[in-house]
């Protein structure tokens, strides 16, 4: 694990050397951000806050050590989200099984896309006339596969390890496409009542190479005047998240989980709480109430931000979410509401814009 590390850390270091003196590969703030949206109704419900606590089949995605946790041989979990009143729609599915009893491993499959988007180049033809069946239809989607791994320790006691390889695939109709790769790496502590957890994402930074259909897109390129986009890539920084955790026993039926994590960036300042050049942090707070461990309540606030009014004032916000559960003979469901509130600073309709996420797990032997 050390000599892991190591070499991780000297790879973001040659990456980031290469970036810098050469110019030929540019690291953006926000890269591959569909990969931090989250997955999971009972991890949304509490405002993203997992990295300590998880421990079903969606922990190949939010910690691989948590899957040393999994309740029954054989874990299924499915996720399915409407984003930004349900234009955007983001699912997930995972399948993770115990190899022994010191390791794991889980399978997961993200997409998040935008569908049914008119390409309307061809509308008008050559006469001038309109011709509504020339409007042709296109999706922008990005995919993620993860393959995870998660073993035991032997020298702590209590202490589990787990990483991540992501295949990334990113597609904009017939216009673009790009393939990347990327490590991600997690561990967990149990200590009595108290669950530790850190998670560290594009470890190795994750490398994404883009490439364009210049043919499809030359015509209105010219038509606007812009330069042809050429073939590029983009590199994503390392990400690091620290969580915490703690039970309470409420009665005999009763019981209450208060967890938090804190997401460091490292690739400029942000809109979060504490932003910097050097390092960015971002809190995200989240409480489950169980009863029976059969039903559950859960809560969180996260994606604390600043905005800017019409009149120039400065106001603070921050998103509230909310979510209930069920579990029953290894059979889950769980529903989340994200930003319930339909009041925005800048609002100019009073339209909902919550997102709902609906999941399901199964655990069998």
């Known amino acids: ?30 890269s591959n951000e569909f990969l931090n949206v989250g997955v999971g ?29 999994l309740p029954d041989k054989y874990n299924i979990a499915l996720m399915h989200s409407e984003l930004f009143a349900g234009i955007a729609k983001n699912d997930f599915g995972a399948f993770a099984m115990p190899l022994d009893s010191s390791s794991a491993l889980a399978v997961s499959v993200i997409r998040l896309g935008v569908d049914d988007i008119a390409d309307t180049r061809r509308l008008q033809n050559e006469f001038g006339y309109i ?6 239809f296109f999706s922008v989607a990005d995919y993620a596969v993860l393959l995870s791994y ?7 006691q209590g202490l589990q390890l787990g990483a991540s390889a992501k ?6 109709g017939d216009f673009a496409n790009a393939w990347g790769f990327g490590i991600d790496a997690g561990a967990q502590l149990e200590h009595r009542d ?10 190795t930074t994750t490398f994404t190479a883009w490439s364009h259909n210049v043919e499809e897109l030359e015509d209105a390129y010219a ?7 050429e073939n590029s890539a983009e590199l994503t920084l390392p990400r690091i998240i620290l969580g915490a955790a703690r039970s309470f026993k409420i009665n005999e039926k009763f019981t209450a989980l208060v967890s938090s994590d804190i997401d460091l960036t490292f690739d400029g300042k942000r809109n979060v709480l504490l932003g910097s050049d050097l390092v960015s942090v971002d809190p995200h707070l989240g409480v489950e109430v169980a009863y029976a461990n059969s039903v559950f309540i859960r809560g969180g606030l996260s994606n604390y931000q600043q905005t800017t009014r019409f009149d120039g004032s400065k106001a603070s916000q921050v998103q509230p979410n909310f979510g209930v559960g069920f579990v029953s003979n290894g059979f889950s469901l769980d529903l989340a509401l994200s930003r319930m509130s339909d009041r925005e600073t800048n609002s100019i309709t009073n339209a909902s814009v919550s997102s709902v996420i609906v999941s399901m797990g199964y655990s069998f032997k």
């Open 223 to 229: 038509q606007t005047g812009n330069d042809l986009p």
């Open 194 to 203: 108290w669950r530790f957890g850190v998670m560290a994402k594009d470890i």
């Open 1 to 30: 694990m050390y000599k892991f590390t190591l070499y991780s850390l000297l790879t973001v270091f040659l990456l980031a050397f290469s970036v810098n003196a050469q110019g030929q590969v540019s690291a953006p703030k926000y």
């Open 131 to 136: 011709q509504y069946d020339s409007v042709r």
């Open 167 to 172: 295949i990334i695939y990113r597609n904009v």
């Open 150 to 156: 998660a073993r035991r320790s032997n020298l702590i």
């Open 41 to 69: 109704a009972r991890a949304l419900g509490m405002g993203n806050v997992q990295v300590a606590i998880t421990s079903d089949a969606t922990s190949g995605y939010w910690n691989p050590a948590g899957l040393l946790l």
